[in-house]
């Protein structure tokens, strides 16, 4: 994947850098520190595969909505941390712990407009700046159900729907919009969205698995941390239908008072049950129906590198 889009991450870098630029010193430092914190740029690198389905490829052209989509995304995840009061992200401590919440929001706000002002003025299909709209949309949406949801016990199928709007939705239109950019047709474009949309159901049940499995060194944040923070996901979900403590697990997961050692003693019941390994199946079953959904007609380098995602998606531990 880095191969066919090597040049266009390193411009989205740079071009991250410029955009973050604010007459508010205060808002530059934010800024730059967000940048610097890093991440895997996913969604952008999505929209930059799915551009290159086309021989015809401006980077000028392009660039724009990359920076675009990676500013939003930024600005959702100071949001975030604010609404959940967390200290690290990426290992790097959060805006929102380092410069208060007031001037956190203010600074995702910031992030949000110049993402919007950096394409105002392009000729884009009037479909991009509908999508993602419907992105922010959702990205607020989901965000109030799962604040409505802390520390109660919710079904599957509401786990589902918070997830879709929280993440799966942004990358299903970080795909659908590169395809736009590149002139295919709606079928095409459609068949790229449902790419997106599973590859990001399947991207979030991986974060929530390695909340509950991985290290604080690797993911930067204490395993059960979702279980601190209220947020019940599968696999606790799972092991609430299906583990012989389920009855100690829900009177866990629903107090807020819970402390380190509840939160350990959650994770425990957890791996005790199938919860995980019912959560991975799902992961695979996304990834499967995220292949498949690829158009026939992508260059094979550029379906390659879909699959190529999919497959690490399928496999990292961080």
């Given at each position: 994947m880095l191969y066919v889009i090597k040049n266009d991450l390193n411009a989205l870098e740079k071009g991250l850098s410029c955009q973050v630029y604010s007459d508010a010193a205060l808002i530059t430092e934010i800024g730059r520190h967000l940048v610097k914190a890093g991440g895997k740029r996913l969604r952008p690198a999505l929209y930059f595969l799915a551009a290159h389905s086309r021989s015809q490829y401006d980077i000028n052209y392009v660039l724009p909505l990359a920076i675009t989509i990676e500013l939003i995304h930024m600005a959702s995840l100071v949001h975030d941390d604010v609404l959940d009061n967390a200290s690290t992200r990426r290992g790097a401590i959060t805006a929102n712990a380092k410069w208060g919440n007031n001037i956190s929001i203010l600074s995702g706000d910031f992030l949000f407009a110049r993402a919007f002002g950096l394409i105002a003025n392009k000729d884009y299909d009037k479909r991009v700046l509908l999508r993602l709209a419907d992105v922010i949309c959702g990205l607020s949406e989901g965000e109030i159900h799962q604040n409505e949801k802390h520390y109660k016990l919710?079904?599957?199928?509401?786990?589902?729907?918070?997830?879709?709007?929280?993440?799966?939705?942004?990358?299903?239109?970080?795909?659908?919009?590169?395809?736009?950019?590149?002139?295919?047709?709606?079928?095409?474009?459609?068949?790229?969205?449902?790419?997106?949309?599973?590859?990001?159901?399947?991207?979030?049940?991986?974060?929530?698995?390695?909340?509950?499995?991985?290290?604080?060194?690797?993911?930067?944040?204490?395993?059960?941390?979702?279980?601190?923070?209220?947020?019940?996901?599968?696999?606790?979900?799972?092991?609430?239908?299906?583990?012989?403590?389920?009855?100690?697990?829900?009177?866990?997961?629903?107090?807020?008072?819970?402390?380190?050692?509840?939160?350990?003693r959650a994770v425990e019941i957890t791996k005790n049950s199938s919860g995980l390994d019912y959560a991975r199946e799902k992961v695979y079953d996304y990834l499967d129906r995220a292949r498949q959904a690829l158009p026939d007609g992508l260059p094979p380098s550029i379906k390659k590198s879909f699959i190529d995602v999919a497959d690490f998606v399928g496999k990292r531990d961080f």
């Open positions: 919710r079904s599957e199928e509401e786990y589902y729907e918070a997830i879709s709007k929280k993440t799966a939705d942004f990358i299903a239109a970080s795909c659908e919009i590169g395809g736009v950019v590149a002139g295919l047709s709606k079928d095409d474009t459609d068949k790229l969205h449902t790419y997106g949309l599973c590859l990001g159901m399947a991207f979030q049940i991986t974060d929530d698995i390695l909340d509950l499995t991985s290290s604080d060194k690797k993911i930067g944040k204490p395993a059960g941390n979702d279980i601190l923070q209220g947020i019940i996901t599968l696999p606790v979900i799972r092991a609430v239908h299906t583990g012989p403590d389920r009855e100690e697990l829900v009177s866990i997961i629903t107090d807020k008072e819970l402390d380190a050692e509840m939160v350990k």
